[in-house]
């Protein structure tokens, strides 16, 4: 039975993240921002779990749970954020928010 | 098995692409969801079990519930109607469901074949993970709890009805 390579799941984390990444350069809403956001965060996990099945170790597991409580308290912040922008502003628009009070 | 992990590779990228362009949120949630379901299947076929399961129960349960409910949330009553009776097209389902097909015919064809080639990586069990999580990585998980205790005093801070708090504050 062969088993995946390595950098065929590296290849895929790359290709996941750098489309989470083009989601954040090129969106203007702050939600679908906050949701690529977590398919960078995905695709880091998804690079930690290749490397740890490659050698068998539960390290890379470990360290995916890490990122999922990372994530977790992350996006209840953001989301958090982005309710209060909305009361204030009245709209998802992050350029809207471009200016400093004080 | 190898197959299985291009596959579902194929179908997370394809969502993935997907999540970007939409301009409905709805819709790129729903395939945001299909992407992580795609990946727990990837954990499934790399012999990650344990980190598949919580992929689907944090991840694509718990976040994923907590955007549903922000973007519930922010719509306004007319345009939400509107947006209910144009979900019920099918034109805005058939993508998602197309490809969760897939990823349940994968399962399907994982039950199929039994316990014995589950996985094309090897196996790390969960017993593994929990003895390295609370030997080596102790103070990961001490540190994971503070993260999460902050989160969640910074989030009912940061959620407070503006206005209100203030006014609250200057009565007492």
């Known amino acids: 039975m062969a088993t995946v390579p390595m950098e065929h799941g590296l290849i895929l984390a790359a290709l996941i993240f750098a489309l989470g990444f083009v989601g954040v350069l090129v969106r ?32 890379g597991q470990v360290m995916f749970i890490f990122i999922l409580t990372m994530a977790a308290a992350e996006v209840s912040v953001g989301l958090a954020l982005v309710i209060q922008l909305y009361h204030n502003l009245k709209t998802l628009d992050v350029d809207a928010a471009d200016s400093m009070k004080g | 098995m190898n197959l299985l992990f291009y596959l579902s590779s194929l179908v997370a990228v394809i969502a993935t692409v997907q999540v970007i362009t939409r301009t409905n949120a709805v819709h790129a949630l729903l395939y945001l969801i299909v992407s992580l379901l795609a990946v727990a299947l990837i954990f499934f076929a790399l012999g990650a079990s344990f980190v598949a399961a919580l992929e689907v129960i944090i991840y694509a349960g718990a976040i994923m519930v907590l955007f549903i409910f922000v973007i519930m949330m922010l719509n306004l009553g007319g345009q939400a109607a509107k947006q209910e009776t144009q979900l019920l097209t099918p034109g805005i389902w058939i993508g998602p469901s197309a490809l969760i097909l897939v990823l349940a015919a994968e399962l399907i064809y994982l039950f199929a074949i ?9 196996e790390v069990s969960p017993k593994e993970i929990g003895i390295a999580l609370f030997g080596p990585y102790v103070i990961g998980v001490e540190l994971a709890s503070m993260l999460l205790l902050s989160g969640l005093v910074g989030a009912y801070h940061l959620g407070r009805p503006h206005r209100h708090g203030k006014d609250k504050r200057s009565d007492s």
């Open chain 1, 28 to 59: 203007r809403n702050i939600v679908f921002m906050l949701m690529s956001i977590e398919i960078m965060l995905n695709a880091v996990g998804i690079a930690f779990v290749v490397a740890g099945a490659r050698w068998a170790q539960p390290d």
């Open chain 2, 114 to 122: 039994g316990q014995e080639q589950l996985s094309a990586g090897t």
